[in-house]
């Protein structure tokens, strides 16, 4: 890809194409979705983040506009996010609202950075198990922060702090408010209802309407929106700078980072989910300026950061979106509630979005994820631990530093262990040798890569991009093996998951009707059923063998119908 397409936001790309009504219909259908999914979101994070449900909607409106408009990915869906929650309340007790202002400007000064100098691939270098500790621990702060609106505790002031924020919640649980805590459940018990029932249902928004209609209808005593923000204001703000100084840019410029960092991370992760459900790729440095221009925006508009949302995207695609069009059109149809019915908002009761945010954190935390790693080497298990202890005892950025520090340093203390020195002077033939007449028996539309160097998770992506660059996409049903050997460090076995995801993502790219479907896929993508297990065999004391079984279609005419690859080399 040369340079000006790599800068080229999607929507110029798409339009260039062809664009028609029906693909503006579809559009058009798949924003309106999400817009009826975002809007109890975006007001349940704004309050969330220590500030008002009109601010979480700005920033919908404003930052989801110009990240559809101006981002690297077809289909991506931009706003506030539960990552940011931490941060923004923290930087709204510390430095005010104004502080936060410049943090976001400046955050997305930096993310323009960023994608400018092309650090977008930079993404896949950081560790799983610091993404997956300081999402946990983003998670559980999440959770713990609404459990007074959830109870109606009556309650002057919550600490920020966790644990003397649960000292508070414990010393005021009789004062326990019953029809809120009913109510709570109520809409939690819709949510997760509809979850089961009705996938396709917006829950979130039928809970705070039916939930609302509850608290109206029987004129309980509930803690609502009207009454915690008596003065909400309708329309969008005029845009305007806050007051610099060197002093508060000094103050809030690790704030700014962490914000930076947090938008990157998820735009990015976003972005390749979209990419395998769609089957496109996504330009990751256009989509970093995208998000900066994005971020200083809505804080131009008295917004909170924001960065694009993988639920909401993920909506956005299933609900038929093509273009980034249809996040335009979310944007549109969330700045016609904000001008005509922010009135409504006042009979929304906090316990309702308390339950929103409960789902959230839960969907935040990846508990499978976590519980995966949590059987992984004891190094990798300390990473995750202690990343996500810090996130939820100290401060998330000392966290993000700590673990991706101490990951770097465990990272070059393991690669060291794989250097052996041998005083005989003897070569590995197997290693060194060539054979120019492996692909002499290969049945048509099979396909052998040499794979040399360590494979680790930082290159796991790089299968996938080879078999891009190929050209002709293998005719079999399947390029599958059913046995897989590698010799590698164990140190590398972190590639497994990210080379399991990723080929997954690929899967279903070609075949998302249903997982027979996927079985049966005619892609050329290896099958995303990766499983690792140890064999008994070892190349040496720092080396293992791992066998990759992958499931084999019935189709694949093989000679011996196993794929081997050892040290690095393919046979078939």
Known sequence: MNAKAAFTPKLITALREGYDARTF?????????????????????????????????????????????????????????GAFVVVIFNVIARHGYDGLLIATLLAGLILIAAGVFRLGQMIKFIPHPVVTGFTAGIAVIIASSQVKDFLGLSMAEVPAEFLPKWQAYLAAMSSTSWPTLGIGIFALTIIIALRKLAPKLPGFLIAVVVSSVAVAVLKLPVDTIGSRFPDIPAGLPMPSFPEISLAKVNAVLPSAFTIAFLAGIEALLSAVVADGMIGTRHRSNQELIGQGVANIGSALFGGLPATGAIARTATNIRSGAKTPVAGIMHAIFLLLFILFATRLMAFVPMAALAAILFMVAWGMSEYERFIALLRMPNSDRAVLLLTFGLTVLVDLTVAIGVGVTLASLLFMARMSETVEVDSSGRQDTDLDSEDIHQRDALPQGVEVFRITGPFFFGVAGELLDTLRRVGQSPKSSFCACGSFHCSMPAVFRRSRSSLSRRMSLAQQSCCPASRRNRARCSSGFISGAVRARSSTQQTSPVHRRWRLACSRPPKLNCTDRHALVRFGRAYC
């Open 25 to 81: 219909r579809a559009d058009a259908i798949a924003g309106l979705t999400v817009a009826i999914v975002a809007l109890p979101l975006a007001m349940a994070l704004g309050i969330a983040s220590g500030a008002s449900p009109d601010k979480g909607l700005v920033t919908a409106v404003v930052a989801g506009f110009l990240i559809s408009a101006l981002g690297g990915s077809r289909v991506q869906i931009g706003g506030p996010t």
